[in-house]
């Protein structure tokens, strides 16, 4: 997998929100099963490290203090159902602003930073793909929760 959906974009349907909560605590073995796949797919593409500790202050002073996992397992066991961000490791800044003119226009402007930030602000609400590779998974989502 070259592609997760970001955990808000299930926010946009109630049913999908409601579907969501379950997969976080999951019960039955349906929900059990989607969270694996959820979670199998954030452990295969990674997030950035970095990243994730910088913007999410007590998973850095966690892990400081000898919590026994890594930023990208914590996201894929915890973080994503908490809904919290993660700006996925094969994310090709370079690609991104190539590929949305929009974005291109706003760094030239000065309204935005970096494309990382447009990213994870609200590229990926908007299904913006992370990189060229991720285009397969992102169609599988898509048709998965009707993007």
């Not at 950035?48 to 002073?61: G, K, Q, S």
């Not at 226009?105 to 935005?112: D, I, K, P, Q, S």
């Amino acid at each position: 997998m070259n592609y997760f959906p970001h955990p808000k974009t299930f926010e946009r349907r109630p049913d999908l929100d409601a579907l969501f909560q379950a997969f976080a605590t999951p019960t039955d073995l349906g929900a059990r099963i989607v969270k694996g796949l959820i979670a199998s797919s954030i452990r295969t593409t990674g997030i950035n490290d970095t990243h994730y500790r910088d913007d999410n202050e007590d998973i850095a002073r966690a892990l400081d203090g000898g919590a026994p996992t890594t930023p990208t397992e914590h996201y894929a066991e915890y973080g994503y159902f908490e809904k919290r961000s993660a700006l996925p490791a094969n994310f090709d800044s370079d690609w991104y602003v190539r590929t949305y003119p929009d974005v291109a226009e706003e760094l030239r402007a000065g309204r935005l930073d970096t494309a990382e930030r447009h990213f994870i602000g609200r590229g990926h609400l908007e299904w913006r793909l992370p990189c060229a590779a991720a285009e397969a998974d992102h169609k599988f989502w898509i048709s998965m929760l009707g993007g």
